[in-house]
């Protein structure tokens, strides 16, 4: 590979342009990469957030590394950390200061994984040793900012705007307006339209704050985001401006929020309201998730400054759904909304089911901590489980997998065997799941998982599992 491009992906990389960067690279042809650009590919893809995409791609070169590859261990870490595989992460974080034991990336990993999983103690006991290596280092990720609140310009606000048009159609409405003097924001109503069947709800203006983030050149990055809200088409125009409502009141209390209180918003960032929304609605609070369509769009929102403009798609919430993305970290809660609601779980609904009522009490036999990617899977891999398997740590005894309820759905259930009518007609007894999850849990049921809808197994007294009458299984 030419000196030019590696220049060019650096250059890339150092202003945080991860996305553009992963794109270029993701174009060479396979005879044309190599380790590096391949590690380079997988931090980028990491700093987006797709940690996935960047572990199957570090997991397709590790029988061509060596034990003492510190960069690939360090990718590999932090690629396990964004999938909350802490105790994976921790290990190769171990790893990675077998090889060199001032190594301050696998100081710092191993400072965020116990500051996400409350261990106070190994947090300042790594913080301690972190500062020793390079004090300001730890500083940029765990110390205070003095961040410095930045607006757009008119010029940039121009920019996104139409930028809002290109991709959501013309038909953008400015239903609100926050005194300028105060907080320059817009947010604007578009109706369905040939390209999207839902209302969508946008924020224009909110503005960002400076020193969020530093590159390891000490290049200071603007994160600059908006909030997109969704409301399903099949409203008739009143129902969606109700249910607009209370969306547009949230979406002024956020840019407030960033203003008077320094705050910001990210993915995976829950707010909770401790009451309804809104008297017309149940929901508790909400959490922002990459935007629907706009997450998938290959055109970015740039502003002539270079800057990249995120959207986050606001989605509410219920109180055990929040306590169980506390409990069990945001993928887990997206896999479950996912499952259960399809598309329908990035909209604004003015009701829908409570997907983790009655989960918030239980104790899970795996912490999710524990919870590893062992399972190479392709397709939907949403799946049901009982509590005799995953609270009461009971091996699985019956598997089955039938017509899948929703695009997301694998169609596979489990069952400990011994559950009886009373306790499978109580829905709190069954969660949702994905595959690798339960695979943790008991490793044996992976090599039955490829067999077809309408074919079910039962454990025997030996242990193995054997074929048995698909209508018969409960």
């Not at 960047?54 to 034990?67: G, S, W």
């Not at 500083?139 to 290109?166: H, P």
């Not at 013309?170 to 926050?178: E, M, P, Q, T």
Request: charged content about 30%; glycine content about 6%; aromatic content about 10%.
């Amino acid at each position: 590979m030419d000196n030019e491009f590696m220049y060019e992906i650096e250059n890339l990389m150092n202003d945080g342009q991860f996305e553009q960067a992963a794109e270029k690279i993701s174009q060479l042809d396979e005879d044309e990469m190599n380790e590096e650009l391949t590690l380079m590919l997988a931090h980028c893809l990491s700093q987006c957030a797709r940690y996935r995409e960047a572990l199957d791609i570090l997991t397709e070169i590790e029988d061509d590394v060596t034990d003492d590859d510190l960069s690939y261990y360090i990718e590999l870490a932090g690629a396990n950390f964004g999938l909350h595989h802490y105790r994976t992460a921790i290990k190769q974080a171990d790893h990675c200061l077998e090889i060199d034991e001032n190594c301050i990336e696998a100081w710092l990993l191993l400072c965020l994984i116990y500051q996400e999983t409350g261990d106070d103690e190994k947090f300042e006991q790594a913080s301690r040793t972190a500062k020793e290596i390079d004090e300001q280092s730890w500083e940029n990720i765990f110390g205070e900012r003095l961040d410095e609140l930045s607006y757009y310009t008119e010029d940039e606000k121009a920019v996104v705007l139409r930028y809002l048009k290109k991709q959501f159609g013309s038909n953008a409405l400015d239903i609100d307006n926050i005194d300028p003097q105060d907080h320059p924001i817009s947010i604007l109503f578009m109706s369905p339209n040939e390209s999207f069947d839902h209302y969508r709800i946008v924020t224009l203006g909110l503005g960002a704050y400076r020193g969020i983030e530093q590159t390891q050149e000490g290049n200071e990055i603007i994160h600059r985001v908006e909030i997109v809200s969704c409301i399903p088409g099949s409203c008739s125009f009143r129902e969606a401006l109700d249910l607009a409502g209370w969306v547009i009141r949230i979406m002024r209390q956020f840019g407030e929020m960033i203003q008077f209180d320094r705050s910001w918003l990210g993915f995976g960032h829950t707010i909770s309201y401790g009451d309804r929304l809104d008297e017309s609605v149940d929901y508790d609070g909400v959490i922002f998730a990459p935007a629907f369509n706009l997450s998938k769009s290959k055109d970015r929102c740039i502003l002539p400054c270079g800057e990249e403009v995120e959207f986050l798609q606001m989605i509410p919430l219920y109180e055990d759904e929040m306590v169980f993305k506390m409990e069990n970290g945001c993928m887990e809660l997206f896999d479950r909304l996912y499952a259960g609601l399809g598309d329908n779980a990035y909209m604004v609904l003015a009701k829908r089911k409570n997907l983790c009522a009655g989960t918030v009490h239980k104790k899970w036999a795996l912490p999710r901590s524990a919870i590893e990617n062992i399972l190479d899977w392709d397709g939907p891999d949403g799946c049901y489980a009982t509590d005799r398997i995953t609270v009461d740590n009971e091996k699985v005894g019956i598997m089955y997998r039938e017509p899948p309820e929703s695009k997301l759905d694998s169609g596979w259930r489990f069952m400990a065997g011994d559950e009886d009518e009373e306790y499978m007609s109580n829905i709190e007894n069954t969660d949702i799941f994905r595959l690798n999850t339960i695979c943790n849990y008991d490793t044996d049921i992976i090599e039955y998982l490829d067999n077809p809808v309408g074919t079910a197994f039962y454990r025997n007294k030996k242990g193995d599992f054997r074929p048995m009458d698909f209508h018969s299984k409960k």
